[in-house]
């Protein structure tokens, strides 16, 4: 049998492993993938430390050990199995890591991503079984995955580039149940962050035409202004007014607005952000303006029901995206009209996952790529 590398987890709380294993065969819906890369997002380190088997004391959430982590995985088709028609060996692609069991009421009315047992490939979910069934993440040369999860690359995306659809996805599927589009103006809350910095890319592909943004770091807000001076304006967050004085990032946004406040917001603020740094964001909304949350605060929010319906605003939350929705912007990619150069990619050799996963906050926000090579082994 053919073996391959892959970083595993034996322990939470301990360093991976590189363990040499066999290269797993597609069953017949399924494709094997070499992969190329890999992206790594920052949470992975809070997970491989047992931060959610912490909150759920049967550890039902998490894969079994020993794991193969990796959320975010691209490379190139080995092979396909015995009823894969469409995917060619050869072919680039990236793989979204969305499993659903494919058989319930909502995965058969074609809304996997409210599947009850849904799961990420290479990171966490709802179901044992799907987790036992798609044991390996990016973090390993070669994985198996539904020939259904594939998204496939135009030549000038990179697989570096593509190892972010992960973050990219998530704020496009909020923004398209937004509305975004020409005309609209949007504020995304926490914009020079990782999904921050990649929904205002995504807003500008998407024509949006007034997006505002906020953050703590004037230097990383004025790199993010830069991409479209013309379209994209910044404010300083700071820390929130006193009870009873007008805040000033209400006043910025309406003023941008002509008076009214903007269409929608995109919550992307970082895990530890306090309920009082989003509400400021949901004031920034028009009357009928709506809100998704894809960011992490996990406080309670300060939320004034009364409040929502006379104004009729619309709140909701959203997690990942589909993978029509992955081709979607592999194809704007592909067109050039979403522009992805400004992302600074990191790439490391899978030898080097543990320095990786310690080194994540030393990062430029959200322009720094964090990437593993798993053809790499140093
Ligand atoms: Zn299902």
Redesign the pocket.
Known sequence: MPTMIAARLHAYGSPMTLDRIEVPEPRPNDVLVEVKACGVVPNLARVVSNFFGKLTPDNKMMPPLPAIFGLDPAGVVAKVGAQVWSVRPGERVYVNPSR?????????SGQ?L?????TLQGYFGRSQDIMRAYPYGGLSQFLTAPASALVKLPDNLGFEAAARLGYLGTAYAAMKKLGVGAGRALLINGISGQLGLNAAQLALAMGATTILGTGRNQKLLDRVKALAPLRIDTFAAGDPPAPGSGDPLVAWAKAATGGDGVDGVIDCLPPGAPATAMMRALYCLRRGGAAVNVGAVMDMLPLNAFWLMTNRIGLSGSVWFSTGEGEEMAAMAGAGTLDLSALQHRVSPLSKVNEVLAGMDDRDGGFTNFVIDPTRIE
């Open positions: 659903s069991c494919g058989s319930c009421r909502m995965c058969r996997p409210d599947c009850p047992n849904w």
